[in-house]
């Protein structure tokens, strides 16, 4: 399985932009990168999913360099309501079909 | 992006009642759907993978016997809690996995309060 690291907790002001950077050195070839949303008591909230290079749509862009190794989540002008706790993912493929196994995330505070 | 609902949203049981929860893929069809339980403060736990027509894949330290999975229809996964005791009490979510792309959209929980 691959594992994925990510900083435990990010603080922000509305109106700025939020990088979350991730890291899975054992990415493997098949594996995508997905990000989630997750609110209290809600479930997860897909926001984007990424190959590679750069995946961009209306609420957020994704970045992964060349080697895969790391990817970033970019939050352009958050709002008090983009506060969450966010999950980077790399599916794995051994079962034959992206089994996905949720980390700690980041949890996001923005503040006014 | 796809819809996924549960039912019900929340529920409070006696100890020793069974419970069963229902995950629904409202706009496409899902031959895997996934089973999850988090914990306050928590991140999800994988409990199991549903698979349309054919036995659940449990993760390990999940009791098969305790989380009875049945996948009858490309649509509707559900989850049976047998004979919950208080350290049920959690909050389970499922999953459904559409293809093409691949990608996993996840219900809004239920609740479980077990007395």
């Given at each position: 399985?691959?594992?994925?690291?990510?900083?435990?907790?990010?603080?922000?002001?509305?109106?700025?932009?939020v990088?979350?950077?991730?890291?899975?050195?054992?990415?493997?070839?098949?594996?995508?990168?997905?990000?989630?949303?997750?609110?209290?008591?809600?479930?997860?909230?897909?926001?984007?999913?990424?190959?590679?290079?750069?995946?961009?749509?209306?609420?957020a862009?994704?970045?992964?360099?060349?080697?895969?190794?790391?990817?970033?989540?970019s939050l352009p002008?958050v709002?008090?309501?983009?506060?969450?706790?966010?999950?980077?993912?790399?599916?794995?493929?051994?079962?034959?079909?992206?089994?996905?196994?949720?980390?700690?995330?980041?949890?996001?505070?923005?503040?006014? | 992006?796809?819809?996924?609902?549960?039912?019900?949203?929340?529920?409070?049981?006696?100890?020793?009642?069974?419970?069963?929860?229902?995950?629904?893929?409202?706009?496409?069809?899902?031959?895997?759907?996934?089973?999850?339980?988090?914990?306050?403060?928590?991140?999800?736990?994988?409990?199991?993978?549903?698979?349309?027509?054919?036995?659940?894949?449990?993760?390990?330290?999940?009791?098969?016997?305790?989380?009875?999975?049945?996948?009858?229809?490309?649509?509707?996964?559900?989850?049976?809690?047998?004979?919950?005791?208080?350290?049920?009490?959690?909050?389970?979510?499922?999953?459904?996995?559409?293809?093409?792309?691949?990608?996993?959209?996840?219900?809004?929980?239920?609740?479980?309060?077990?007395?």
């Amino acid at each position: 399985l691959a594992k994925t690291t990510q900083p435990i907790s990010m603080d922000s002001y509305e109106g700025q932009e939020v990088n979350i950077t991730c890291s899975h050195n054992n990415i493997a070839t098949n594996d995508y990168i997905t990000w989630y949303q997750q609110f209290p008591s809600q479930g997860p909230r897909f926001i984007i999913q990424g190959y590679k290079t750069k995946v961009t749509n209306e609420v957020a862009s994704l970045f992964i360099p060349a080697d895969r190794k790391s990817s970033t989540l970019s939050l352009p002008r958050v709002s008090l309501s983009d506060t969450a706790v966010y999950y980077c993912l790399v599916g794995d493929w051994n079962t034959g079909f992206q089994k996905l196994v949720f980390g700690t995330g980041t949890r996001l505070l923005v503040s006014p | 992006g796809a819809v996924v609902s549960q039912h019900p949203s929340r529920v409070i049981c006696k100890s020793g009642t069974s419970v069963k929860i229902e995950c629904r893929s409202l706009d496409f069809q899902a031959t895997t759907m996934f089973w999850y339980r988090q914990f306050p403060k928590q991140s999800l736990m994988l409990m199991a993978t549903s698979n349309e027509g054919s036995k659940a894949t449990y993760e390990q330290g999940v009791e098969k016997d305790k989380f009875l999975i049945n996948h009858a229809s490309l649509t509707l996964s559900t989850l049976t809690v047998t004979s919950a005791h208080p350290e049920d009490s959690s909050f389970y979510i499922c999953s459904a996995r559409e293809l093409k792309p691949e990608t996993q959209y996840f219900g809004p929980g239920t609740r479980l309060l077990v007395l």
